[in-house]
T-cell receptor, first 112, second 115 residues
Framework: QKEVEQDPGPLSVPEGAIVSLNCTYS??????FMWYRQYSRKGPELLMY????GNKEDGRFTAQVDKSSKYISLFIRDSQPSDSATYLC????????????FGTGTRLTIIP | ETGVTQSPTHLIKTRGQQVTLRCSSQ?????VSWYQQALGQGPQFIFQ???????GRGNFPPRFSGLQFPNYSSELNVNALELDDSALYLC??????????????FGPGTRLTVL
């Protein structure tokens, strides 16, 4: 079993829709949770960074962490064609080095 | 502020050869991590360098090795290339030790193809 599970999609939604992306994990030592966006043939770009449980909002993006369920989510409101990309969840513990453990990524397409 | 840069952008090698990939960290960052991203997969941690010392290693064989220089730039070396080494190699820099700013920022990657 992988430490981090993420539905690879692909996921296609119409422009303006609310998008929900999710990851589950098995390692209860994970404390820091991130979402990265990766356009085709580019490096991942940090979108959201959350410590422990709770919600964080930044513009059209909201990240949620539920440590009791080992479940994290990213919501995108008023989705735009420019949001079409692969979204990667990543997480790490609070110990030692900053190794990130990633999900496989969800490929998202916003249809104009 | 300069972001993370990597060179070369693309590289084609044959099985058994050796390759060196380079990374310049973001200004002010003292830590570099390397990841391998196979097609359709998430990045996998190779190793991390902090102030020129290896600071953790993932599940990769010894033929993957690295260096970090006094200016915090870094190299990833892979010996005896195998077909499965074909992937996007990502470098990420961070400023370890500064509270709240230890997030990793990624470069554009080097796409390695092994024939």
């Amino acid at each position: 079993q992988k430490e981090v599970e993420q539905d690879p999609g692909p996921l296609s939604v119409p422009e303006g829709a609310i998008v929900s992306l999710n990851c589950t994990y098995s390692n209860s030592a994970f404390q820091y949770f991130m979402w990265y966006r990766q356009y085709s043939r580019k490096g991942p770009e940090l979108l959201m960074y959350t410590y422990s449980s709770g919600n964080k909002e930044d513009g059209r993006f909201t990240a949620q962490v539920d440590k009791s369920s080992k479940y994290i989510s990213l919501f995108i409101r008023d989705s735009q064609p420019s949001d079409s990309a692969t979204y990667l969840c990543a997480m790490r513990t609070n110990f030692g080095n900053e190794k990130l453990t990633f999900g496989t990524g969800t490929r998202l397409t916003i249809i104009p | 502020e300069t972001g993370v840069t990597q060179s070369p952008t693309h590289l084609i090698k044959t099985r058994g050869q050796q390759v060196t990939l380079r990374c310049s960290s973001q200004s002010g960052h003292n830590t570099v991590s390397w990841y391998q991203q196979a097609l359709g997969q998430g990045p996998q941690f190779i190793f991390q360098y902090y102030r020129e010392e290896e600071n953790g290693r993932g599940n990769f064989p010894p033929r993957f090795s690295g260096l970090q220089f006094p200016n915090y730039s870094s190299e990833l070396n892979v010996n005896a290339l195998e077909l499965d080494d074909s992937a996007l190699y990502l470098c990420a820099s961070s400023d370890a030790g500064t509270s709240g700013t230890d997030t990793q920022y990624f470069g554009p990657g080097t796409r390695l193809t092994v024939l």
